[in-house]
């Protein structure tokens, strides 16, 4: 079974930036979106910023100026660039595949920490 495998979390501290990789282990059919959500202590999971095929890109409000989502279509691979990075920003973030015809396939969660 194919799956998405997430690195660059960490801890960092306020105004810092970490960028997030992720890419699949095997093809994976169907991809129409990539994208990365996150979830914040006693919070729901949310979109954070997603790419499609032809490049489009979608961010929550929260992260517009500060993060950007890009991918690597041939390596199956999605990235997240996080600059100025607050506390706010605390959460495990989640890897993400868009498959209408497939289903969606989900990442493992890696951790990132903003603090001081």
């Known amino acids: 079974q194919v799956q998405l495998v997430e690195s660059g979390g960490g801890l960092v501290q306020p105004g810092g930036s970490l960028r997030l990789s992720c890419a699949a282990s095997?093809?994976?059919?169907?991809?129409?979106?990539m994208g990365w959500y996150r979830q914040a202590p006693g919070k729901q999971r949310e979109l954070v910023g997603i790419i499609t095929n032809s490049g489009s890109t979608n961010y929550a409000e929260s992260v517009k100026g500060r993060f950007t989502v890009s991918r690597d279509n041939a390596k199956t691979a999605v990235y997240l660039q996080m600059n100025s990075l607050t506390p706010e920003d605390t959460a495990v973030y989640y890897c993400n595949t868009k498959r209408p015809l497939f289903g969606e396939i989900w990442g493992q969660g890696t951790l990132v920490t903003v603090s001081s």
């Open positions: 095997g093809s994976i059919p169907g991809i129409v979106a």
